[in-house]
């Protein structure tokens, strides 16, 4: 396979074909093995390049991955291998489903991994061309209550995995749906607040909650 490589740290702004750059082109790189029970495999379609792998190459940003690697974390492609140890989603509810990552990323991944069924809090629902199981109108209604309602429709009992790129009132909402043992998958905080989780809801229902960075997936 073909990668981009960050072979050593620095400037990546030089042009990569001159000896001080830290990036090179690898034009047949081994394609990655599931290095865990967990992992996820995926064929990468189209990428793109940020400031936080801009200040990866450098050495400057918080993750600092072991060298060589290769830099990225949006991404679109195609799962095609998965660890043994993957299991189906019954419930995944996604947060803010009105952008590409929180489409492409989570609500594929989640039923080609298997998901029975899927919600989607979104301001502007025209989702169901996706195959998408139940959509929440924020103007027009509240999730807990919607959420609730479909649950019940579909003889369902409470959220599996709750994808959260938004934060705020919606994810401390959002915790009420949740099942006992549920995974909350945090992306980012969108609203501008940073949810803090009490830890009564956290003991109760056991949560396990994930930062969401490109480690345990394998990407070319």
């Given at each position: ?213 490109p480690i345990g997936c394998t990407f070319?």
């Open positions: 396979m073909e990668a981009l490589l960050c072979e050593k740290l620095g400037d990546p702004t030089v042009p990569y074909n001159s000896p001080e750059s830290p990036i090179t082109i690898a034009r047949s790189h081994p394609v990655p093995s599931l290095a865990s029970p967990t992992a996820v495999r995926v064929r990468i379609h189209a990428t793109s390049l940020n400031y936080a792998n801009y200040l990866q190459i450098l050495g400057k940003y918080q993750e600092k991955p072991p060298l060589p690697f290769i830099p990225g974390s949006d991404y679109s492609g195609v799962i095609e291998a998965v660890g043994d140890a993957i299991s189906r989603f019954k419930v995944l509810l996604v947060l803010g489903a009105a952008g590409g990552v929180e489409l492409s990323v989570s609500f594929e991944i989640g039923k080609v991994c298997g998901g029975d069924e899927s919600s989607l809090v979104a301001r502007k629902c025209n989702l169901r061309s996706l195959g998408v199981d139940h959509v929440v109108d924020l103007t027009k209604g509240n999730v807990t209550e919607s959420v609730k309602k479909f649950q019940k429709i579909r003889d369902l009992k409470g959220v599996d995995v709750l994808y959260d790129p938004v934060g705020g009132k919606l994810t401390k909402e959002s915790l009420k749906l949740l099942n006992w043992g549920a995974n909350i998958l945090v992306i980012g905080f969108a609203s501008g607040e940073v949810p803090v989780i009490p830890a009564n809801i956290a003991l109760v229902k056991v949560l396990c909650r994930e930062w969401i960075f070319y």
